[in-house]
């Protein structure tokens, strides 16, 4: 397509000539895209265009390269489901069974977070060698080093999926691998485009493979005429990259920092002084690094410039995320100390007052607990009785943690209920995180996981982690922090890329146990 114009641009070019009259209607088309993001970026391109020309834009479908392997006459097991798997395999396997795996002596089923920790990285391999259409199975037939190491897993890997056949589940990369193999669309689709996606998944570019027979498969690179033959079928460069001289000359346009703080501070001051108040359109951020795209959000946040992350932001990082691992921790430990914690949060404050703002609530709960030496919640029971002035909050308090006890997940939802009249929309965003809860719940109350995980010590550090996991979306308004797939779809004339340095661009990848780079090599597996 040229590099001289924003991708997003070209590639609405490429659709516009398929208009019919003023509208253009993409029913027999599928588009593929890298992110959700470019999806929405070029859909709202498209609609930008017909709209000036009195025109629409009809039926379009934009999805992601995963959209041609999703699990087809099959029942996909969900990942809460698959984790439930392998926690369920390995409490069933003595220790000393896995040899080949962990040495003679360790009993894993003795320490839950150490066996749930085991079961998710497990898992996590399975996922890495699914994403490229392998398993621990196939694996297992190849020549490696570890040939006794393998079949242990591949045994592994058997029972699981043996486990999730018999409720009626088939484990989710042998679904997709399947979907994969057997790739077909609707006989109404004619047409594929492939747009700025630099590294399908090997999923992915078997399915084009196997659909390229009956539909009409284009793919669409955003480079020169010239670099043509250095891109494969698919559009994946190849090593003449590895060895290209960048074709930009920075110069002084590489700012230095002493550390992330600086560098965020560094940034805003360039955005300010070049015009961000009046032009938020002209910059693009790219931020490779999670933890300084935090620094950066705070900074700019800050000093009131608007931004987003087309990622979301994490459940758990919210006031109301924030408050439910705090009653996790008071139904679990009812002790005083996370109390204490929990009557510092805002929210939970103004719940427990009904609303109103109690002046010196702390403080009065905080000198009943020096007079009186509070351990736990029994305590703090005891000693409110008789007339104390703080029994109505306590009773409130006791009441809340006796019902997540009984039902947490109803529980919960009950308690954002309250916390919803309480808050008299002064949270905007706290529907939104009821929302993205439930998403949860529903996952967590599946019958086929309650049957797979019985144990609430496993639950309750399962959801934990479920939680710490979730997004929501706040915003789409100011300035995107965006990683490398969407700064790609940017029409920003000012890039700013963050945390240029050794081992995070590129990306250093840690030495991990079950997948050397020696094997991922072998596999053809990202390294």
């Not at 308690?415 to 529907?431: K, Q, S």
């Not at 004339?493 to 840690?510: E, R, S």
Request: aromatic share 8%; with cysteine; charged share 25%.
């Amino acid at each position: 397509l040229g590099w001289e114009r924003p991708l997003v641009e070209l590639c609405s070019d490429v659709l516009m000539e398929y208009r019919t009259g003023r509208n253009l209607d993409l029913e027999d088309t599928i588009v593929l895209v890298p992110t959700a993001q470019s999806g929405r970026l070029l859909r709202e391109t498209l609609v930008r265009r017909l709209g000036e020309e009195g025109g629409s834009l009809l039926s379009a479908r934009f999805f992601l390269p995963s959209h041609l392997f999703r699990p087809k006459g099959v029942v996909a097991a969900t990942s809460i489901q698959t984790l439930g798997a392998w926690l369920a395999v390995l409490q069933s396997r003595e220790a000393g069974s896995l040899s080949s795996l962990f040495p003679a002596g360790v009993g894993w089923q003795d320490n839950p977070a150490g066996l749930l920790g085991l079961a998710r990285r497990l898992m996590e391999v399975a996922d890495q060698l699914g994403e490229n259409g392998h398993s621990m199975n196939s694996v297992a037939q190849e020549k490696t080093e570890e040939p006794e190491r393998w079949k242990d897993l591949a045994r592994l890997e058997s029972a699981v999926w043996e486990l999730l056949g018999s409720k009626g589940l088939t484990e989710r990369n042998r679904a997709q691998t399947m979907a994969a193999c057997q790739a077909c669309l609707p006989q109404s689709i004619k047409k594929v485009f492939v747009f700025g996606v630099p590294d399908p998944a090997p999923l992915a570019t078997q399915a084009l493979a196997g659909l390229a027979d009956s539909v009409d498969i284009v793919i669409h690179v955003h480079a020169p005429e010239e670099l043509r033959p250095y891109f494969d079928e698919f559009g994946r460069p190849g090593d003449y990259f590895a060895d290209m001289k960048n074709p930009i000359e920075f110069g002084p346009r590489v700012l230095k920092s002493s550390e992330p703080g600086a560098q965020a501070a560094s940034l805003v001051d360039y955005l300010l002084k070049n015009g961000v108040r009046t032009e938020p359109d002209r910059f693009a951020l790219c931020l490779p690094n999670p933890t300084s795209a935090r620094l950066v959000a705070r900074e700019l946040n800050e000093n009131k410039i608007d931004n987003y992350d087309p990622a979301g932001l994490p459940v758990g990082k919210h006031p109301v995320g924030r408050v439910i691992f705090m009653l996790l921790e008071l139904v679990s430990s009812r002790s005083f100390v996370a109390l204490s914690q929990l009557l510092r949060h805002p929210a939970f404050g103004l719940w427990l007052s009904g609303g109103e703002v109690i002046d010196g609530l702390l403080a009065r709960f905080t000198k009943l607990q020096n007079d009186r030496l509070l351990e736990s919640l029994e305590d703090l029971d005891y000693f409110s009785r008789n007339g104390s002035e703080l029994r109505p909050q306590v009773e409130r308090i006791l009441g809340l943690v006796e019902q997540l006890d009984a039902d947490f997940q109803g529980g919960i939802l009950a308690w954002l209920d309250e916390l919803t009249l309480v808050l008299e929309n002064r949270d905007g965003m706290l529907e939104a995180v009821a929302e993205q809860l439930m998403t949860i719940f529903d996952r967590l109350s599946d019958p086929a996981y309650l049957e797979l995980v019985p144990e609430a010590q496993f639950r309750t550090q399962i959801f934990k982690k479920e939680l710490a996991t979730l997004v929501y979306y706040p915003s789409s308004q100011g300035i995107e922090l965006s990683g490398w797939l969407e700064t790609h779809w940017s029409r920003a004339d000012h890039l700013l890329i963050l945390d240029m340095n050794a081992g995070i661009v590129p990306k250093l990848t840690k030495s991990d146990p079950f997948l050397p780079d020696s094997l991922r090599r072998q596999l053809g597996l990202a390294s």
